[in-house]
């Protein structure tokens, strides 16, 4: 039986508290994109495929630049041969009710985007909170389910077209007194921040946004992370445009942090240990996630010694590329960097 022989020391407690904040999620639904239809016909049936492909090669990629790659774009022509499956479904939508769903193979979008030279955003990624505030005849108010249930519909349309987790505030008391719709129209750092500490994410995107007398809408995002502050101005001709700006920016910015090119990895495999593995249970739960990986193909087992798991990496990358990943897993505390091409971590519940 694997034994605890340690505690957490007060380092590692601070570690994890930190990591929390940035904990990623694991999105489903990544190879399946889903396109309304004016018909069944077969014409209609394969261009929907196509767009389709195109929405799981931006989402499994993190960018829309993706699609411009000659190999990429070539795969458009043939979707419909590559869906492993497909059918209809009712939107509810009544100007398009009607759409046409397709699930494509994990590992021939895999095999396609590494051909193609594009990165691979695992299905592990980090949730953001939103912040919207839109002035409106009855003053500035926050955008939620109340006040603006199509805008916010929308909003989780394009979050999940994309497959960026978002999480909502919930508007209560205490976000009331926290951050006011005056206050979060000015885009102030501290108190976005300060607002959305009860939430516990690292990723926040606030935005504003205004129609003007000619029907144009006028508006501006700021997207923070760990990592700063990124500001975007709009003044798209639609509401819609302006909420795929917002949710661009962050997938982009997401993607250009944590997406990862497959490259040449050691012909031995990447060498990996965790720390403090209590249980089978521990076991299992870190070889599963390791194996889910797409740029993992197999997680060997090579020894466990008292609480220590040793293992063996057979993936697509080296340390330092599987690292940008796997530090997204709020259980896999990292113990310094990638040493020596070996990857060090500690197991927390």
Request: aromatic share 8%; proline share 3%.
């Amino acid at each position: 039986m694997i034994r605890l022989v340690a505690q957490w020391s007060a380092v590692v407690l601070l570690a994890c508290w930190l990591a929390a904040a940035a904990r990623a999620e694991v999105v489903g639904d990544l190879y399946t994109g889903q396109v309304p239809v004016a018909d069944r016909s077969q014409q209609e049936l394969a261009r929907a495929a196509s767009a389709a492909l195109a929405e799981v090669l931006v989402k499994v990629s993190g960018s829309a630049e993706v699609l411009d790659l000659p190999e990429v774009a070539a795969s458009l022509d043939n979707a419909l041969s590559q869906a492993q499956q497909f059918s209809y479904a009712r939107t509810g939508d009544e100007h398009r009710p009607l759409a046409a769903r397709f699930e494509f193979d994990r590992g021939w979008v895999g095999d396609l985007l590494t051909r193609a030279g594009a990165p691979i955003w695992t299905a592990n990624r980090p949730a953001v909170l939103l912040w919207l505030v839109q002035d409106t005849a009855r003053g500035r108010e926050f955008v939620n389910r109340d006040s603006a249930p199509e805008l916010l519909a929308q909003l989780e349309a394009d979050f999940e077209r994309r497959g960026v987790p978002l999480r909502l505030p919930l508007y209560d008391l205490a976000d009331a007194a926290a951050l006011s719709a005056e206050q979060a129209w000015r885009l102030n750092t501290t108190a976005l921040r300060q607002a959305s500490s009860r939430y516990g994410v690292g990723e926040i995107l606030a935005g504003r946004m205004t129609q003007l007398s000619s029907g144009q809408w006028l508006g501006d995002w700021a997207y923070l992370s760990a990592h700063g502050r990124i500001d975007r101005s709009a003044t798209p001709e639609s509401v819609e445009r302006f909420l795929a700006s917002g949710v661009g920016l962050v997938a982009e910015d997401m993607a250009r942090r944590y997406a990862v090119a497959a490259g040449a990895a050691p012909a031995s495999g990447v060498a990996m240990s965790v720390a403090n593995v209590r249980s089978y249970a521990d076991y299992a739960a870190i070889v599963t996630w390791l194996e889910g990986l797409e740029l993992i193909e197999h997680a060997n087992v090579e020894q466990v010694r008292g609480d220590r798991l040793e293992l063996r990496l057979r993936a697509q990358a080296d340390a330092a590329r599987l690292a940008a990943i796997i530090e997204l897993n709020r259980h896999l505390v990292p113990v310094g960097g990638a040493v020596d091409g070996e990857l060090s971590y500690q197991w927390r519940n």
